[in-house]
Antibody, heavy 117, light 111 residues
């Protein structure tokens, strides 16, 4: 079945880095753009970034621009989010989601990132 | 701060009809970008409920329907059921931000 599985979350100190992964299965990964979306504790959904199917185009929310980098390895059916200079306000559950004509039709279960000293 | 505004909460008795509004602007919904709706049950990932304003993905009950007009969109739930108690979010694209935007979210409570 179509599936996305995130990993890599954890507790990290402010200013440090963390890399999230999202493993895809059940569909032709290289044909679809993929998003990262996050949700802070008790808050709503916030779009973070999107990468095109071939990795040639990447777009970011202003809140993470210059600190986060989205990338993908289509040979491994895996999406990544490199997060640098982490701040307390980056604490959230991070989801990857498959794009379908600007909608997000398949979501992973999420991975939790906590930025705290 | 989200550019798509939703009422924080709505409630209804089982069997009733409730509607959730999503108000945007000329740079997102009003610019013609599609609106999508998601349901998030407690402690789970969001699920696509309505895509491209009015379309229900396979498996979504026809109790859920979407509409769009001008700078706003709406989600209606008819025949409200206990299992519909969840948070609901609208989502679109914003040309001014050059990015995707979510609504503030609406909590639906079944009385």
């Amino acid at each position: 079945q179509v599936q996305l599985v995130e990993s890599g979350g954890g507790v990290v100190q402010p200013g440090r880095s963390l890399r999230l992964s999202c493993a895809a299965s059940g569909f032709t990964f290289s044909s679809y753009a993929i998003h990262w979306v996050r949700q802070a504790p008790g808050k709503g959904l916030e779009w973070v970034a999107i990468i095109s199917h071939d990795g040639s185009n990447k777009y970011y929310a202003d809140s993470v621009k210059g600190r986060f980098t989205i990338s993908r390895d289509n040979s491994k059916n895996t999406l990544y989010l490199q997060m640098n200079s982490l701040r307390a306000e980056d604490t959230a559950v991070y989801y990857c989601a498959k794009d379908r004509d600007t909608a997000m039709d398949v979501w992973g279960q999420g991975t939790t990132v906590t930025v705290s000293s | 701060q989200s550019v798509l505004t939703q009422s924080p909460s709505v409630s209804g008795a089982p069997g009733q009809r409730v509607t959730i509004s999503c108000t945007g602007s000329s740079s997102n919904i009003g610019a013609g970008y599609d609106v999508h709706w998601y349901q998030q049950l407690p402690r789970t990932a969001p699920k696509l409920l309505i895509n491209a304003n009015i379309n229900r993905p396979s498996g979504v009950p026809d109790r859920f329907s979407g509409s769009k007009s001008g700078t706003s969109a709406s989600l209606a739930i008819t025949g409200l059921q206990a299992e519909d108690e969840a948070d609901y979010y609208c989502q679109s694209y914003d040309s001014s931000l050059s990015g995707y935007v979510f609504g503030t979210g609406t909590k639906v409570t079944v009385l």
